[in-house]
């Protein structure tokens, strides 16, 4: 269970929960059912080429019928995949380089939120440089086009009623939030 990227779906059935981690160096995922008969884990090996993926982030869709996995260090890639709630599978891969958008080093974390049906990735961007500055960038998941949508100094949060993706952020280098962008 080396690195981060643990994320949790519900079952199609409704009573069960299925749980995705990435591993270390591969394709392959931690794939657990979670059942009232207890938990079990097995190795899944995904669609896709192999990547390192111990330092990404896993998340599903609001509906759970896509799974996002984000590669930071240097690869700095978002591999997406449909989902299937009923047997845990995954099929349909498809990629997004960042690696020309998103700067490495310094800034390896690349926080991110989807859009409430999954359509858009809002994700925080460093523009490191002489005057060293944040963005929040909009990316459309099927043609992959990135628009700048605003300054911001925090992680893009999706709200709790699946309706808006919030963010803060500032007028000036360097200075307090003062404001929210929606």
């Not at 919030?166 to 003062?178: A, M, N, Q």
Request: aromatic share 14%.
């Amino acid at each position: 269970l080396i690195g981060g990227g643990m994320h949790v779906c519900r079952h199609a059935n409704g009573r069960d929960w299925w749980i995705f981690k990435n591993t270390f160096n591969q394709k392959s995922y931690l794939r657990g059912l979670l059942t009232p008969d207890g938990l079990n884990f097995e190795i899944y090996n995904g669609p896709g080429p192999d990547a390192f993926q111990n330092s990404g982030r896993n998340q599903f869709s609001s509906d759970g019928t896509k799974l996002f996995h984000y590669i930071t260090t240097s690869f700095r890639k978002m591999q997406i995949y449909d989902f299937d709630r009923c047997t845990g599978e995954l099929s349909n891969f498809r990629e997004i380089d960042f690696s020309n958008y998103i700067p490495y080093p310094p800034a390896d974390f690349t926080p991110y939120a989807l859009s409430p049906d999954a359509s858009k990735i809002y994700m925080g961007r460093s523009n490191p440089g002489i005057e060293f500055s944040y963005q929040n960038i909009q990316v459309d998941v099927e043609s992959g086009q990135m628009t700048v949508v605003g300054d911001t100094v925090f992680v893009p949060c999706l709200t709790p009623n699946l309706k808006w993706v919030v963010t803060g952020y500032h007028s000036e280098t360097f200075t307090l939030v003062d404001k929210l962008n929606v």
